[in-house]
């Protein structure tokens, strides 16, 4: 694994702050009502992931570093399923947002991976 001074430069992280990003544009076009529902919780969810992956990052021995990387996963699954759900409930096409999505999942797992090794 390559060495890096910063949480920042991991690639893994800038996809996954970057979805985060992508979510509130979504999220600002679903209905009102939904504001203290779904929207909170697809943001919330959503923001756990790079979150999680900065606190893990500067964590000293391998168990704790992947304790947090497996949360992240944890967030990363519910936000796929609010996703799904904000499809299917036709408040936005989320296809793409799926799709990057499960680039981040690839790219955890690939990290994750790396720091049990």
Request: hydrophobic share 35%.
């Amino acid at each position: 694994m390559e060495k890096t001074k910063s949480f920042k430069e991991l690639l893994v992280w800038q996809k996954a702050h970057q979805l985060v990003l992508d979510i509130y544009v979504l999220t600002r076009t679903f209905p009102k009502e939904e504001l203290f529902g779904l929207t909170s919780q697809l943001r919330r969810s959503a923001v756990s992931v790079p979150a999680n992956i900065t606190e893990g990052y500067r964590k000293r021995t391998k168990p704790d570093k992947a304790k947090y990387m497996n949360i992240a996963q944890g967030s990363l699954d519910e936000t796929h399923y609010y996703l799904i759900l904000a499809n299917d409930l036709t408040y936005a096409d989320t296809t793409s947002l799926q799709s990057n999505l499960e680039e981040v999942a690839r790219m955890l797992n690939a990290y994750q991976n790396a720091i049990s090794t």
